[in-house]
């Protein structure tokens, strides 16, 4: 996507996806600094405008621990409402509390292993950051 | 701003002020009595983002910040110290922090003073010399201020810890150059020699004493020494092992509480150990006869025993602490004999079922020849217009303008009545409105209560358990489950009725030939109404089933369905499956 800004006495006025009729547009390009997954994100943003096309640089902040305790926490939780969610949907005859019981069974099990870390590598070994962002509900 | 300024302050009795003294030896540094300053900026804020006229943009936005700034100035005009420390616990809270962030130069910086809370609450009990200790610490002004500051200054540091510099009670008095020199270091403070045998605390206590119109509020003595011990334990009784809050600052907790006979008869009680509870309620007869939580557990299990109107006597003295989920009604009436003719107002408190349960006591103090006013939640008060006794209904919050010679309060109504068990009667008392049936039988179906306390009862059960144990029975079901996020547990193939008011609830209940439910509100009133009622129940149930057995003497139209194992619901289950294929007739349309 093309992206433009808009300079008026060395300050950003504008950015966006077309340019107007007014003065002062410059092409952009975004630059999103590489992160280590699940313990840095993209915050902000500034502008380079000594580049041409301006450069609007994204700044890296740091993840918590708790903040990524509390996201993979989020994510087991809504992972067993999803399927229980299929349950509901289902005929009462196929209703299978079962699998209701496995899947809380496992989002426990998740939890408690989430809670009981206290440093990012302990939550790298659980390996959950993945499987949370991409289950298979079965 | 012309000066620099930071923050102080404390959890009451921790050292805040006789830490003032000190900073206040320091010609660089002037630090406040307790300051209103944070009322005054928080008032100045909130009038600017309310009022219309000062519309809350960016300009305006700026200008509310210049102005918080020179209220701070005004505020200290008179000081010529460079550095400015303002002392009001109001400045403990995650608003009020981010605001001021941005109002004044720099970090955010706060020093809090900290100590064992058992003694902090000592300390104030010392000073406040109270004839009822349990009704000083549940309700004084006092203990309230000291708890929330406690709680959120948890809540801050926990988020900003670089915020804060913590300055333990203990530390300050054994090693105070210590402590001193790490506020210089935080607050970037250029070195000064304090002299802690000649400490002036006599401004700093005036002011305090003025503003809390009382003397002796604190005792600063000139040399610095721990004042006197306070052994809180012995203070504080019962309460002591409830204020052993963690201390967060540390990184190790540096207290080990052995856990109280009230908590082990308590973890008894919820694994179906009766026999160990009920020993520890005989131990603690001995050793603390009036712990009101521990007389008041007594009542459950003189309930358990069936001795009606000694349990219900003692669970009365629970009311003191909150046992009920309410404070004492703010009534000047006398509490009603039981024999006395007049006005009664029947004060129905803790939740919605407990209320619902209450109000049947309005027939049978109205048959002692009295006028029956009942004062209920808001929510209730249309159900409640008919039941028999009931003269007229309010709502809580009305209840101090009704005229009334007596008050009973709901949970207690049994003592007063002079009731035991062959008195209880289980017969319907809330009134079933006609409801059209259909050609099947319809069961409703109540999987959770309010989930604020279901946790805390133990009594939650998986909801799957429910809908696999009913699913086969030929019948219509209906969801009597109000709380939207909960909602979400309920299959496709039960059906949601309108449930707004309690009014439709009523007329969904109603509508039933059998409800099934947890123990929650919706129970209470299908009971309440004479509905065939399958309760399940946690192994430490609500005191009214604490009677073993699967029938309650409260409402004939319950059956009981107790855990039998705690942490294990399937057994209830197994038998509620087993009853739907045996029994059929239970749930035969009966309309």
Redesign the interface.
């Known amino acids: 996507m093309s992206l433009y800004v808009r300079i008026e006495d060395g300050e950003v006025k504008n950015c966006q996806g077309t340019t107007d009729d007014r003065p002062g547009w410059k092409s952009a390009v975004e630059v999103r600094p590489t992160i280590i997954p699940h313990r840095q994100a993209h915050s902000n943003h500034i502008f380079d405008l000594t580049k041409d096309p301006v450069e609007i640089i994204y700044l890296i902040e740091n993840i918590e621990v708790d903040v990524r305790k509390a996201g993979l926490k989020s994510k087991s939780e809504f992972l067993f409402k999803q399927i229980v969610e299929i349950q509901n949907l289902l005929d009462r005859s196929q209703y299978n509390a079962e699998a209701i019981e496995t899947a809380r069974q496992q989002m426990n099990t998740k939890i408690a292993s989430i809670d009981a870390c206290t440093t990012h590598d302990q939550l790298d070994s659980l390996a959950l950051d993945n499987q949370l962002d991409n289950p298979v509900l079965v | 701003m012309k000066n620099k300024l930071h923050f102080l302050s404390g959890i009451p009795y921790s050292g805040s002020t006789l830490l003032s003294a000190i900073l206040n030896q320091n010609p660089q540094t002037h630090v406040s009595t307790t300051s209103g300053l944070v009322h005054a900026l928080a008032g100045l804020a909130n009038t600017w983002k309310s009022n219309e006229i000062l519309i809350y943009n960016d300009d305006e936005h700026k200008k509310l910040i210049q102005n918080m700034r020179n209220m701070i100035d005004i505020c200290y005009e008179d000081i010529d110290k460079p550095v400015i420390i303002d002392k009001s616990r109001g400045w403990i809270g995650p608003n009020i922090m981010r605001s001021v962030s941005k109002v004044i130069d720099g970090q955010f910086k706060m020093i809090v003073t900290v100590r064992f809370l058992p003694d902090c609450v000592a300390e104030l009990v010392n000073f406040a010399k109270p004839n009822n200790l349990d009704e000083f610490i549940e309700l004084d002004e006092s203990i309230q201020n000291l708890k929330s500051t406690y709680i959120s200054l948890e809540e801050v540091y926990k988020h900003k810890p670089d915020n804060f510099l913590i300055v333990e009670y203990e530390d300050l008095i054994k090693n105070p150059k210590i402590q001193l020199d790490r506020i210089h270091e935080f607050l970037e403070l250029p070195s000064f020699e304090y002299d802690f045998n000649n400490i002036d605390g006599s401004k700093v206590l005036k002011d305090d004493e003025n503003l809390f119109n009382t003397d002796e509020f604190h005792d600063i003595k000139p040399v610095l020494a721990k004042q006197k011990d306070v052994n809180s334990k012995d203070i504080l009784q019962h309460h002591y092992i409830p204020f052993c809050q963690p201390e967060f600052w540390l990184d190790q907790p540096r207290t080990i509480i052995e856990p109280h006979d009230i908590d082990l008869q308590l973890e008894a009680a919820i694994k179906g150990d009766f026999a160990e509870a009920w020993r520890l309620a005989e131990k603690l007869e001995k050793e603390e006869p009036n712990n009101p939580r521990a007389v008041f557990n007594r009542g459950w299990y003189y309930l358990r025993q069936n001795q009606v109107q000694k349990g219900y006597q003692l669970m009365d003295a629970g009311r003191v602490v909150g046992v009920f989920g309410n404070s004492k009604p703010n009534l000047s009436s006398p509490r009603w004999d039981g024999k006395s003719k007049g006005i009664v107002l029947l004060y129905l408190e803790g939740g919605l079922g407990d209320q619902i349960h209450q109000v049947r006591y309005a027939k049978n103090i109205a048959q002692r020849g009295c006028k029956v006013i009942v004062a209920c939640s808001g929510s209730l008060c249309s159900l409640f217009a008919d039941v028999e006794g009931v003269s007229s209904v309010v709502q809580h919050e009305a209840m101090p303008g009704v005229h009334h010679n007596y008050w009973v309060a709901g949970m207690s109504a049994v003592v007063p009545l002079g009731f035991e068990l062959s008195d209880l009667d289980g017969s319907a008392y809330i009134s079933k409105p006609t409801s059209i049936t259909g050609s099947k039988k319809r069961i409703g179906l109540r999987w959770q209560g309010n989930p604020d306390f279901e946790s805390d009862h133990h009594k939650l059960f998986?909801f799957?358990?429910m809908?696999?144990a009913i699913?086969?029975v030929d019948a219509e079901f209906i969801s009597l489950q109000r709380d939207a996020t909960i909602k979400?547990?309920?299959?496709?193939?039960v059906k949601t009725v309108p449930l707004n008011t309690w009014e439709d609830t009523r007329n969904a209940v109603a509508s039933c030939d059998l409800v099934i439910s947890a123990c929650t509100s919706v129970s209470h009133l299908s009971g309440a109404m004479g509905i065939p009622t399958w309760v399940i129940l946690p192994v430490l149930p609500y005191f009214l089933y604490a009677k073993e057995g699967n029938k309650t003497p409260y409402y004939d139209s319950f059956t009981l369905f107790r855990q039998e194992q705690y942490g294990e619901w399937k057994a209830p289950f197994n038998k509620i499956t087993q009853s739907l294929s045996v029994e059929p007739e239970k749930i035969r349309r009966i309309k």
């Not at chain 2, 979400?488 to 193939?493: F, K, T």
């Open positions: 998986p799957e358990l809908f696999s699913k086969d979400n547990s309920c299959p496709s193939w």
